[in-house]
């Protein structure tokens, strides 16, 4: 199928439109504030009473596997930094569907994670105005976080820096105050803190071996959204420089604010006397004699939820974008504003998130479970075709059809192996658990929508396009012998 918006040789065709304007910094605290959301403020609670001491097994194997999928996507990054970085790469290396699907799933991913957090976000504001309606801070949160992306990738980029600070600086005060507690004895919980509440409490796996594994669907779900950086590539100021290293520190970000964070709450409580409904962090904070507590979380956890809307903006307008341009969306979804940013593929999905302000009036209490399963469904398989893409991005550079970049994901190919078979058991895992079951259900309504979508597509570039072939495959060129491997920097039109 022909793609004539996007060459496959130089991509420069989807950069010439966007303003590179996210600077180190910005990509930086984006890649941060990516690991970190309500997964672990709120989700980590039920998780823990899935796997006792245990969890912390989960979120390390977890984190090799996210890490090695970043990596994947970082030398991709590299070969071509580019807005639609998931799609493109699925497309150039798998084939057209590949793209298609990825694009729209990741495009799904992101509308229902913004359905549940903007219903999330109504909830936390009652805490401090109780008679509110639910839906009034929610559409108000929509519609500023919307303008805020309409204005400038710069100032969306700002939005996340400091969404970021807030909740790195809730974690690292949480972790040095509890080691004091351990270590000094201080406060009400100086008695009975101690790492040995790790393994005094019928044991490290207090669940038994299957614990760690049933809690892999919340530990996944908590990690959605570190692969935001692929999206930023595009519109990075220095992407040779600011991917690599953002890329890098992941591993030791996964080590601090997941592993790290709760290794100090499971010391500091014991894991079987965490209320698996309320923050582990507002016990924590409450029990040590902080009277404002549960005001505090709550702000930083609204942060996160409005961090996570933000970026949901964010990301679906620029994967419509991508699919505008091959030919798989209406292509008035190519268009970009005056302030270089794809502006009607951020309102079309604005409007689709207004649906979740609808949602939450009629689904019952167990919707936010639903449709956080649904987003990891989601996740999985747009993780799945970032390893699979890069399998057949070193098959081709080991070819010697494009030029060896210099930042490599490291175990290829057996460590895209190993991550694709992990997916593939936290996508067998969920269906034991009756919260994550329904997302099973909902996939293949999704694969037979996609089918659909795709073919109609495919019939409609042919009627538009007079002797287009869609039978070809498509076979990456390497770039000219005097170019970079990185895609050229676009310059503000």
Not at 256 to 264: K, T
Request: with cysteine; charged share 10%.
């Amino acid at each position: 199928m022909s793609r004539p918006a996007i060459s496959p040789e130089t991509g420069s065709a989807a950069q010439e439109d966007f303003q590179r304007g996210l600077k180190e910094r910005h990509i930086q605290m984006i890649a941060i504030g990516g690991a970190i959301g309500v997964g672990l403020f709120l989700g980590s609670a039920k998780a823990i009473q899935q796997a006792g001491p245990s969890l912390l097994v989960s979120y390390v194997v977890a984190g090799v596997a996210i890490f090695l999928i970043m990596r994947a996507l970082g030398e991709l990054l590299l070969y071509r930094p580019v807005a639609g970085s998931f799609a493109t790469y699925a497309d150039e290396f798998v084939g057209p569907w590949a793209g298609f699907a990825t694009a729209w799933t990741y495009w799904l991913m992101w509308v229902v994670i913004a359905m549940a957090e903007i219903t999330a976000a109504g909830i936390y504001v009652q805490y401090w105005v109780p008679d509110m309606p639910q839906w009034i801070p929610a559409l108000i949160a929509l519609v500023v976080l919307l303008g805020v992306n309409l204005t400038a990738v710069g100032l969306f980029g700002e939005f996340e820096f400091w969404f970021a600070i807030i909740k790195v600086v809730t974690i690292i005060g949480m972790i040095l105050l509890g080691l004091a507690i351990i270590v000094f004895g201080i406060s009400a919980l100086g008695d009975s803190a101690g790492f040995s509440n790790l393994w005094s409490s019928d044991g490290f796996f207090p669940k038994g071996f299957k614990g760690p594994f049933l809690a892999l669907q919340i530990v996944m779900f908590a990690f959605l959204g570190v692969e935001l950086i692929g999206v930023t590539a595009g519109e990075a100021e220095n992407p040779e420089k600011t991917i690599p290293s953002a890329i890098n520190k992941v591993i030791w970000r996964i080590l601090i604010f997941y592993v790290g964070a709760l290794l100090v709450i499971m010391s500091l409580v014991a894991w079987n006397q965490l209320n698996p409904d309320d923050s582990p962090f507002v016990v924590v904070f409450s029990q040590v004699g902080i009277p404002a507590a549960a005001g505090i979380v709550n702000f930083v956890v609204l942060t996160a939820a409005l961090s996570s809307c933000n970026s949901g903006i964010f990301s679906t307008g620029r994967m419509l974008y991508t699919l505008a341009g091959f030919g798989q969306a209406p292509a008035a979804l190519r268009k970009v504003s005056r302030q270089k940013v794809p502006a009607a593929g951020m309102v079309v999905s604005f409007v689709a998130m207004l649906a979740g302000v609808l949602l939450n009036y009629f689904i019952p209490a167990r919707a936010f479970a639903y449709i956080t399963s649904i987003a990891t469904v989601c996740g999985l398989f747009v993780w799945g075709m970032v390893m699979i893409s890069h399998l057949n991005y070193r098959r081709t550079v080991n070819a010697g059809r494009l030029p060896e970049g210099a930042f490599k994901m490291p175990l290829t190919p057996a460590g895209n192996w190993f991550v694709l078979a992990f997916l593939a058991l936290v996508l067998v895992l969920m269906a034991f658990n009756s919260d994550t079951r329904i997302a099973l259900y909902v996939t293949p309504v999704w694969v037979l929508a996609l089918l659909i979508g795709y073919f109609a597509s495919r019939a409609n570039h042919a009627r538009l396009t007079p002797g287009a072939s869609d039978t070809s495959p498509r076979k990456p060129k390497p770039p000219a012998a005097s170019g970079p491997t990185v895609g050229p920097t676009a310059s503000p039109a």
